[in-house]
């Protein structure tokens, strides 16, 4: 059903495209917003234009960041010879929020995924094996436990291991077809702990 009011078609269709939200949903909220007054649209807006003005990748790990390095990579007192290798920016704060974990990211922004066109060149892989040339001692391998994740982590340790750098994958409490995103700190602490050396 299309509305008489061009403006609401438009923000509908928008909403519609975000990733969980029908068009059911998207109604919902663009007729919420109606109700919005002026300076409340307008700082709702202003935060979606500042998600493309001010945010950048970190130039080290890739990790979102208002700056050139993200918190984690400036911090000193992190331990800067591990680095736990993971498929997006959300896994950073799933990992972050167990307390377990003091070494350092690299973010792949994403997974081989032969079947939908991802190879290597898709990946930050280069990126990262460019980093292991440094004072690196161990990789941690946190891709998610699904078939995507499991060939990555596949792929990616037989470069690792090659220039022998200790290598491991955390282990796998992490039920399969699980994402780290959505697994609770317990879990996810001991599936860091319990990593398995490959
Ligand atoms: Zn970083």
């Not at 990616?156 to 220039?163: G, P, V």
Request: aromatic share 6%; with cysteine; net charge negative.
């Amino acid at each position: 059903m299309q509305y008489t009011a061009d403006a609401l078609n438009i923000a509908i269709e928008e909403f519609s495209k975000l990733p969980g939200i029908g068009r059911k949903s998207a109604q919902r909220l663009v007729f919420f917003l109606l109700k919005y007054d002026k300076e409340e649209i307008h700082s709702l807006a202003e935060s979606i234009l500042a998600l493309k003005d001010k945010i950048q990748y970190c130039e080290t790990c890739f990790n979102i960041t208002d700056s050139n390095l993200c918190a984690i990579c400036a911090n000193e007192s992190r331990d800067h010879k591990i680095i736990c290798v993971v498929e997006e920016a959300n896994d950073v704060l799933a990992i972050e929020r167990t307390n377990e974990y003091h070494g350092i990211y690299h973010i792949l922004g994403g997974v081989l995924s032969p079947l939908d066109g991802i190879g290597p060149d898709d990946l930050r892989i280069r990126e990262l094996i460019q980093r292991l040339g440094g004072q690196v001692e161990e990789v941690i391998l946190a891709m998610n436990a699904n078939a995507e994740g499991e060939a990555t982590a596949v792929y990616l340790s037989k470069f690792i291991k090659s220039l022998d750098i200790k290598t491991s994958r955390i282990a796998r409490g992490i039920p399969m077809g699980g994402d780290l995103e959505y697994t609770d700190e317990v879990t996810l602490a001991r599936a860091l702990s319990e990593r398995v050396w490959i």
